[in-house]
């Protein structure tokens, strides 16, 4: 396998492969490596990587192979290297969340996705940068230093799930998985010029994803294309026992390689069914392959709120471009309002700090991780270690999060803000039950900006502004590269009703489809 | 007094640790006494990344004490975090319940007041929760150690509404709130082993005020009397210091045994601000109008019903109601006895007699003891059949909880059935008149008191074999 053909190949392409024995699971293994060594994905380069084993990976490629061997289904990821944010909880490779505090922790305990990429074939191949506690927009919070952008070094991979989004784009891995809490698979795929996806909350189980605001968290799935993302939702997504909040709704096949459309598992449409009742599903939909009437009959609405005037000119030309090839495909474009959107930052703003000043509240010294003792009693011990192990943006929230919960302003801001979270979602479903069946809007109201260009947390998060409505209101969203401004990416997000990402999906391929190799240009 | 004064006002929080097998919210097992941190678990360590999941029994036990007690369970209640930093708490938070508990509105009798009517003591909450571990501070020196076997065990905290005007009325409360759960088989409500815990709050007021004073929390009692003596001991401090012009201050103070006194908690409970809110890793708790009645349906028979039923169906006092039915076990064995034998009142004699003298005497346990509620009956069956006498089944049941053997092969075996012989027994009788000659002389001159020594002399010759009605017959006759 050399590595300038794996770079190109998809999730799907590379377990076909593997399956049919065209090549080895050490060979995908081998290759990622190469290509990682080759961009340079370590402190020294992009900063991509915080822990990778190729040793230990290349073993477990080694038992992939076994199972191939042993003609043991090897799954649908078989020999698929993946890249995993460094917040997700998995056996070998440490988990530090990009920070001080966990330097070095070493999880006796794995996610439920990662248990099932593994299960399904797939390979870690490492553990990828991220804003500390995923508490960021640019991957510049991280304890280890930022990650760069692939297209521009100079320039950030957005964040918090940047060391993710950059070695897809880098063509390390096809898939990697990232975490949302507001916005932080989409913006960094929007940055680095490929797909992210967040799904409806409790689609994916948390379990084993360190908790930053619970109720807003959701693991997501970056990949180079639409049916990367698709195979890999699909093979963690589902019902956890372990996950109170997951959800126990069917989940559909969502990738469109299943049928044998473009993407290279041309294998027609019955295989289509053996694969369905291969993983355990029967009868159920996969999204038609992208046509001139692809999205025949389907309603697409333009809210307003998105597309303010004070919207960089060339992103908005691109987002009209992909919404006249949406019309060219038989769809419906009706302007819409989701009115409550523009309140949605200063809500997350109170909401997600609140939860993560109690989620946090466990990095105290005493059991795992840092502990600074100055040797003067237990409180001291507790400042020292929390102040010495946690950055500037993870204290400003904390601090932010305790203040707004303390008594006598519990009403006047989290109360509210819950009341407000609410109506945001009352906008979403009022617009999806009046016959929308997806949104669209840019995925963020700018490219990505220069390392150090931002140093005002608030200019920050405005980062999020038309991500971050979607975790509120739980509604799953995808980010889809739609062609570039000054040679940086711009994305375009796709949103659809709870549960609903069948739909999300099937946008999503024909607009990749429709836009082509103009999607990166 | 201070007593005519003042009033005291307090109200009671009862924790109580659910008999389940396994944690709260994760599947370690609650086993008391297994050595240190070994059953524990990423969730109840709080690992990075783990989550919470409500255990169904414990939900089963709260539902089940809170209808007992008297409440309203609530179709729909929230779980909230209460956060605060310690080390023997893994999350900085325990999970429990705050503005939405699983049950409201109870209420349980301690007794009759002066006029006999029922005193109701209003219970305002009950909500689950989960156990902090423990630390050891004189474990080693200079160090604190942690056991978080205890994090994360399931407890309801009752929280009594301020009804209880003395402390008298206080330790009732408790006794009956107890009494109630040992019932209901929801607790080990074992105050030793920290499955039970109280914390009371406490004001003072003019006697005919409505308003109620500044109140403190007592904590650190380890007893029921030690709850009585704690809210004496504090009653008098705040009387005292109203007397002299000061105020009470609302504060969290730990009951000193070994002194009799309170003090000030060194960590100042009462600024902590827990900074509740909604636990987002769990879903609101909903039962459902069915499961509650089904839960109510299937509660065992509590206190108060069964002492109205043993009284009616055994004809006992309600005096001897009250120490049958102290623990559920005990009524239990009695009921047993009782049914039977068909005769209540001999079955509560031996009970509370013969049976708990030899329990006190081994620290034995009544569900454990060797002599079956069936047994007893049969023996109690042999006395009032005249088969062996009342002498004679000490002995017989003495020898049954060595032998766990049946009594009549006992009584048999042993020689004590009873002798009804009229020739047998008047050679005994002749014999204690010739071996005691001067109580004999006495007895013979008109001393009719000293027929029931006499009695008693051939009763032990006979080794409790003689019918003492009969041997009372025939010393009358030589007397008369």
């Known amino acids: 396998m050399s590595v300038e053909s794996f770079v190109k190949l998809g999730a799907a392409t590379i377990a076909s492969s593997v399956r049919a024995r065209e090549a080895s699971p050490s060979d995908m293994i081998r290759a990622s490596f190469a290509r990682a060594r080759e961009i340079g994905a370590g402190p020294d380069g992009l900063n991509i990587y915080l822990h990778s084993d190729e040793q230990a990976t290349l073993e477990e490629a080694d038992a992939i192979q076994k199972r191939l061997d042993s003609a043991t289904d090897a799954g649908v990821l078989a020999g698929v290297p993946v890249a995993i944010k460094d917040n997700i909880a998995s056996l070998g490779l440490p988990t530090t969340c990009g920070s001080k505090i966990l330097a070095g922790y070493v999880s006796p305990f794995e996610a439920t996705a990662i248990t099932r990429l593994r299960a399904n074939g797939a390979l870690i191949v490492a553990k990828t940068n991220m804003d500390e506690f995923a508490m960021g927009s640019s991957t510049e919070n991280s304890a280890y230093g930022p990650t760069r952008n692939p297209h521009d070094v100079r320039c950030v991979p957005g964040g918090s799930s940047g060391g993710s989004a950059a070695a897809v784009a ?282 150090g260009a931002i140093s005002d947390p608030y200019e920050m998060y405005l980062n999020d502004i038309f991500t971050v409505t979607a975790n509120l209101a739980g509604v799953p969203a995808i980010s889809v590269p739609i062609g570039r401004v000054r040679r940086l990416p711009v994305g375009g997000q796709i949103i659809t009703a709870h549960f609903d990402e069948y739909t999300m999906f099937r946008v999503a391929y024909a607009l990749e489809a429709s836009l082509g190799a103009e999607a990166h240009q | 007094m201070s007593r005519e004064r003042y009033e005291m006002v307090v109200g009671l929080e009862v924790h109580v640790q659910l008999k389940t097998r396994t944690k709260a919210f994760c599947g370690c097992s609650t086993d008391f006494g297994a050595p240190p941190n070994v059953n524990t678990c990423p969730v109840c360590l709080a690992l990075p990344g783990a989550l919470p999941v409500l255990n169904e029994r414990a939900v089963e036990l709260a539902t089940r004490a809170a209808l007992g007690l008297g409440c309203k369970v609530n179709p729909v209640s929230i779980f909230a975090r209460k956060n605060y930093f310690y080390p023997d708490l893994p999350k900085g938070y325990q999970i429990s319940q705050f503005d939405q508990p699983l049950a409201t509105g109870g209420s349980v009798a301690i007794g009759k007041n002066d006029a006999g009517a029922d005193v109701q003591i209003g219970i305002t909450r009950l909500h689950m929760e989960e156990d902090a571990g423990k630390s050891i501070h004189d474990r080693y020196p200079g160090a604190t150690a942690l056991d978080l076997n205890r994090a994360g065990v399931p407890l309801i905290e009752i929280v009594s509404e301020p009804d209880l005007r003395t402390s008298a009325d206080a330790g009732a409360y408790l006794r009956t709130v107890k009494q109630i759960l040992q019932y209901l088989d929801v607790s080990d409500v074992s105050m030793e082993e920290g499955s039970l815990r109280v914390d009371a709050n406490i004001s003072v007021r003019p006697p005919g005020q409505t308003k109620l004073g500044t109140k403190t929390e007592v904590k650190n009692m380890n007893s029921f009397s030690a709850v009585e003596r704690a809210l004496e001991a504090e009653f008098e401090r705040q009387c005292a210091l109203l007397d002299s012009g000061g105020r009470v201050e609302q504060q969290t103070l730990l009951w000193d045994g070994a002194r009799e006194t309170v003090r000030p908690s060194r960590t100042k409970e009462g600024s902590h601000d827990y900074r509740y809110f909604p636990e987002p890793d769990l879903l609101p708790l909903k039962v459902d109008e069915k499961w509650i009645g089904d839960a109510r349906s299937h509660l065992p028979e509590l206190p108060d019903a069964r002492k109205k039923r043993l009284v009616q169906e055994f004809g006992i006092s309600l005096v001897e109601v009250e120490q049958l039915t102290a623990t559920p076990a005990l009524a239990e064995y009695f009921e047993a006895v009782a049914r039977v034998s068909g005769d209540g009142k001999a079955a509560y004699n031996w009970v509370m007699g013969e049976v708990l003298a030899v329990l006190r005497a081994s620290s034995g346990d009544i569900t454990h003891f060797r002599v079956r509620p069936a047994d007893l009956a049969q023996l109690l069956n042999l006395v009032r059949d005249g088969t062996i006498s009342h002498t004679a089944a000490k002995r017989v049941f003495a020898l049954m909880v060595e032998t766990g053997e049946q009594p009549a092969q006992v009584a048999a075996d042993e020689g004590l059935l009873q002798v009804g012989d009229e020739d047998a027994i008047a050679t005994w009788v002749d014999e204690v008149l010739r071996e005691h000659p001067e109580e004999a002389a006495r007895y013979l001159a008109g001393e009719k008191k000293l027929q029931g020594v006499l009695v008693g002399f051939v009763m032990k010759k006979s080794k409790g074999r003689a019918d003492p009605k009969r041997v009372n017959q025939l010393l009358s006759a030589r007397g008369g």
């Open chain 1, 170 to 451: 880098a063509g390390i891995t096809p898939i990697a998985l990232g975490s949302e809490t507001g916005g932080s698979v989409r913006q960094p795929a929007a940055f680095c010029g490929v797909v992210g996806v967040k799904p409806t909350y409790g689609r994916v189980s948390r379990y084993g994803l360190v908790a930053f605001a619970s109720s807003l968290d959701q693991i997501g799935v970056l990949g180079r294309t639409v049916d990367d993302a698709a195979l890999g939702l699909e093979t963690i997504a589902g019902f956890d026992k372990m996950d109170s909040t997951s959800s126990e709704a069917d989940v559909p096949i969502y990738r469109l390689s299943a049928l044998g459309g473009p993407a290279p598992d041309k294998r027609g449409p019955e295989a289509a069914a053996i694969e369905a009742i291969r993983i355990g599903r029967t009868s159920v939909p996969i999204p038609p392959p992208p046509s001139t009437s692809t999205l025949a009959g389907v309603v697409i609405g333009r809210p307003k709120e998105y597309f303010p005037d004070s919207l960089d000119a060339s992103i908005r030309d691109l987002c009209d471009r992909a919404l006249d090839r949406f019309r060219s495909m038989g769809a419906t474009i009706r302007d819409i309002s989701l009115p409550r959107s523009p309140l949605a930052i200063p809500v997350y703003y109170i909401l997600a700090p609140a939860e993560a000043s109690s989620n946090l509240a466990r990095f105290d010294g005493v059991r795992y991780g840092l502990r600074v003792d100055p040797g003067n009693g237990l409180k001291a011990m507790y400042e020292a270690t929390r102040s010495q192990g946690f950055g500037p943006e993870v204290t400003r929230r904390v601090l932010l999060g305790t203040y707004v919960l303390s008594a006598g302003y519990y009403d006047a801001y989290y109360k509210k803000a819950q009341a407000v979270r609410t109506l945001i979602g009352d906008d979403f479903r009022s617009v999806f039950s009046s016959g929308v069946n997806a949104i669209f809007t840019p995925t963020t109201p700018t490219t990505a900006f220069h390392v």
